[in-house]
């Protein structure tokens, strides 16, 4: 079965704190993909980030970085210097390449909130 | 250029009524999502279309839903005789190419539908 749990529910830091938000995933495709996409008050999810099972690279683009670990399944967020703006509802989500080629599956997100 | 759009924004029904939910999704895009979110909750996947083809339809949740994507861009996702457990956020996303595994998907503002 293919599953996304964020155990966080919900994180609030007052601005210019680093911030790491979990995620932990189950499948049993062995070419998967994992995402984070944010979703703002105005409702509409934005994509950040796409890694593929077989690039156990971490990323890091501006104040975001990705921590992916195959052998505990997770693939955390950090936001370093946390700003106002980050404030956002973030959910981690994964791909299989067969059991589920043609949608994703989303965890529950964390909300969170950063405090001036 | 223009995102995905949906329409409408917010649907009031009453229970027992029918409705019609739009998504128009980037031009040239060939593939197109529909999800619901329920409050509190990540989007759950309903259906997937590849031109006008729907070829995952795992996730509607009864034979009340129903989507169709006729020439193969405007889509619309029909709930018939609705009931209160249908009010969430249904969002729609499309890609560029077939697939969900490795192409990023572009998320409309999503219908926020109530039903009383």
């Known amino acids: 079965a293919q599953k996304v749990t964020q155990a966080q529910t919900e994180i609030s830091v007052v601005e210019k704190e680093d911030v790491t938000l979990d995620c932990v995933y189950e499948?049993?495709?062995?070419?998967?993909?994992l995402f984070w996409y944010k979703q703002p008050p105005s409702g509409e999810l934005v994509f950040l980030i796409r890694?593929?099972?077989?690039?156990?690279q971490n990323e890091i683009s501006g104040r975001y970085s990705w921590n992916f670990q195959k052998s505990t399944s997770s693939f955390n967020f950090t936001i370093t210097a946390s700003q106002v703006v980050d404030s956002a509802v973030y959910f981690c989500?994964?791909?299989?390449?067969?059991?589920?080629?043609?949608?994703?599956?989303f965890g529950s997100g964390t909300r969170l909130s950063i405090r001036p | 250029g223009a995102g995905v759009s949906q329409s409408p924004r917010y649907k009031v029904a009453k229970r027992g009524q029918d409705v019609a939910l739009r998504c128009d999704p980037i031009?040239?895009?060939?593939?197109l999502f529909w999800y619901q979110q329920a409050l509190g909750q990540g989007p759950e996947f309903l259906t997937y279309?590849?031109?006008?083809?729907?070829?995952?339809k795992s996730g509607l949740p009864s034979d009340r839903f129903f989507a169709e994507r006729p020439e193969g861009s405007v889509s619309t996702l029909k709930i018939q005789r609705t009931q209160q457990e249908d009010s969430a956020v249904y969002l729609c996303?499309?890609?560029?190419?077939?697939?969900?595994?490795?192409?990023?998907?572009?998320f409309g503002p999503g219908t926020r539908l109530t039903v009383l």
């Open positions: 499948t049993r495709d062995t070419t998967y993909y």
């Open positions: 031009s040239g895009h060939v593939s």
């Open positions: 989500a994964l791909s299989g390449e067969y059991s589920s080629a043609s949608k994703i599956i």
């Open positions: 890694r593929n099972s077989f690039d156990e």
């Open positions: 996303a499309s890609s560029l190419e077939s697939g969900a595994s490795y192409n990023e998907q572009f």
């Open positions: 279309f590849q031109n006008e083809a729907q070829l995952d």
